[in-house]
């Protein structure tokens, strides 16, 4: 079953031209690619990032731009 949750963009950025207030449905069951495209939600010292991506073996690295979130997850 795919869940979804929607988290708010809580600072602006234009690299992606994701707004403050902006909104973003986050799947559970889809898988991004670590390619530095696709977009995931992460989370790091108790604060939600959005960005984009790399693995480095079992190590993920955070490439460009990244969105603070505000919002819960159920």
């Known amino acids: 079953m795919n869940k979804l949750f929607s988290l708010e ?3 602006t950025n234009n690299g992606l031209g994701l ?6 449905i986050v799947s559970t069951i889809e ?4 390619n530095g495209k696709d977009l995931a939600v992460f ?10 991506f790399t693995r480095f073996g ?3 690295m955070l490439l460009g731009e990244k969105y603070k979130l505000r919002g819960n997850i159920e």
């Open 9 to 11: 963009i809580s600072n």
């Open 19 to 24: 707004l403050e207030g902006d909104g973003v």
């Open 31 to 34: 898988q991004p690619q670590g």
């Open 43 to 52: 989370e790091v010292a108790g604060q939600r990032f959005v960005s984009t």
């Open 58 to 60: 079992n190590q993920i």
